[in-house]
């Protein structure tokens, strides 16, 4: 069955770098674009960016741009984000999740999310 | 304030048929694909709807989704206790070149 596993998170003050990681099984790995979406305590989830399923092509929602870095490794089924520069305002649980080919957008399966706090 | 418009709450009784509002506009729900999440508390966002209308394997067939020009609505007729949850819709804004979710929904059972 489709499984996205997180690791990561956790407690980083404001300024210092982070980085998630999210392990696929279940699936042909590289042929699913993979997004990256949060929500912070007590918010609705915001998109933070996805990859395309070649890791050719990556964007990232306004927020983030310019901080955060989205990569993938086909060839371990990993897709990992690389949040520099964090805020207090960062401080959200994070999701990976599968977007399949065609699918106009469709998270069809999502991780189990992760928890960052931004905090001196 | 997000560029998808959903009403904050809604809520029903036991059976009863309520409908969850998405507004957008012609760069988002009017020429995208819209879905629609619920997201239980203290679980992960689950996909209720896909492609403005369609209902994923599992998913009971109480949830419809619809589309209209700029707006979107989903649907929960026979409304159960466990129905109560955050429901998001979400679309691609090919404009700002980014997935947009609405603010969610909370709805209650009462």
Partial sequence: QVQLVQSGGGVVQPGRSLRLSCAASGFTFNTHAMHWVRQAPGKGLEWVGFIWYDGSNKVYGASVKGRFTISRDNSKNTVDLQMNSLRAEDTAVYYCARDPPHSGFRLDHWGQGTLVTVSS | ?110
Avoid: M
């Fill in chain 2, 1 to 110: 304030q997000s560029v998808l418009t959903q009403p904050p709450s809604a809520s029903g009784t036991p059976g009863q048929r309520v409908t969850i509002s998405c507004s957008g506009s012609s760069s988002n729900i009017g020429s995208q694909i819209v879905n629609w999440y619920q997201h239980l508390p203290g679980t992960t966002p689950k996909l209720l709807i896909h492609t403005d209308n369609q209902r994923p394997s599992g998913v009971p067939d109480r949830f419809s989704g619809s589309k209209s020009g700029t707006s979107a609505s989903l649907a929960i007729s026979g409304l159960q206790s466990e129905d109560e949850a955050v429901y998001y819709c979400s679309a691609w804004d090919d404009r700002l070149n980014a997935l947009l979710f609405g603010g969610g929904t909370k709805l209650t059972v009462l």
